[in-house]
C-alpha cells in the first residue's frame, strides 16, 4: 500500500558528490517525517539525516556541513546531497517515512514506519 523508492547511488571518487532520491508512494495521507540512514558493511544501521514536514533538520555529526536533506511535500520525495565524500561515508543508504495512510485491511488511516530497498553507495579512495 505504500513504496518507498531509492535512486542516484553509484561510484564516486573521494571528494566527489551524488545526490539521492526518495519517492513514497501508494494510498499516503500525509508524511511527517523523511529520513536517510545507512548501513556499512558489519555495521548497524546509523542515521544520516532527516526532515519534519515543516523542514526541521537533524544531521549525524560525521556528514554536518557535506550532506544537505530537503523534501518536496508535494511529491512526496525526500533528498540526500552529497558533497565531499569519504571512504567512510561508503554504505547501502536507506530511506525511511514516518506517515499516515489508507489501509484496506483493516479499513481505515494507519500510521506507519516504511523503509525502501536501499541504495549502494562506494567512494573510492
Known amino acids: 500500500q505504500v513504496q518507498l523508492v531509492e535512486s542516484g547511488g553509484g561510484l564516486v571518487q573521494v571528494g566527489g558528490s551524488l545526490r539521492l532520491s526518495c519517492v513514497a508512494s501508494g494510498t499516503i495521507l500525509g508524511i511527517n517525517v523523511m529520513g536517510w540512514y545507512r548501513q556499512a558493511p558489519g555495521k548497524q544501521r546509523e542515521l544520516v539525516a532527516v526532515?519534519?514536514?515543516?523542514?526541521?533538520?537533524n544531521y549525524a555529526g560525521s556528514v554536518k556541513g557535506r550532506f544537505t536533506i530537503s523534501r518536496d511535500n508535494a511529491k512526496n520525495t525526500v533528498y540526500l546531497e552529497m558533497n565531499s565524500l569519504k571512504p567512510e561515508d561508503t554504505a547501502v543508504y536507506y530511506c525511511?517515512?514516518?506517515?499516515?495512510?489508507?489501509?484496506?485491511?483493516?479499513?481505515?488511516?494507519?500510521?506507519?514506519?516504511?523503509w525502501g530497498q536501499g541504495t549502494q553507495v562506494t567512494v573510492s579512495s
Open positions: 526532515i519534519s514536514n515543516l523542514g526541521s533538520t
Open positions: 525511511n517515512a514516518d506517515l499516515l495512510y489508507m489501509s484496506r485491511v483493516p479499513n481505515g488511516s494507519r500510521k506507519g514506519d516504511f
